[in-house]
């Protein structure tokens, strides 16, 4: 565990990916002010989150291939 805080930010970013997955699953509707928000944008968001989350996991435990 050399990178403590790489581990933290994989893990908000997993924790992210699984709130958006709940939202498209449950298709809750967020409302910011007036607007809503559409639900292309969880998509959009746990794929961002959940790759972000991957390769920041495979940061910390030393398997890039670069």
Do not use: C
């Not at 908000?12 to 958006?20: E, L």
């Not at 699953?25 to 969880?42: C, E, F, N, T």
Request: glycine share 10%; no cysteine; net charge positive.
């Amino acid at each position: 565990m050399n990178r403590p805080f790489t581990w933290i930010a994989s893990g908000i970013f997993g924790i992210m990916a699984v709130g958006h997955a709940y939202r498209l699953i449950k298709h809750d509707p967020v409302v910011l002010g007036s607007h809503a928000v559409p639900q292309w944008a969880s998509v959009a968001g746990f794929i961002v989150a959940a790759i972000m989350s991957w390769m920041l996991l495979r940061e910390a435990r030393g398997t890039t291939s670069a």
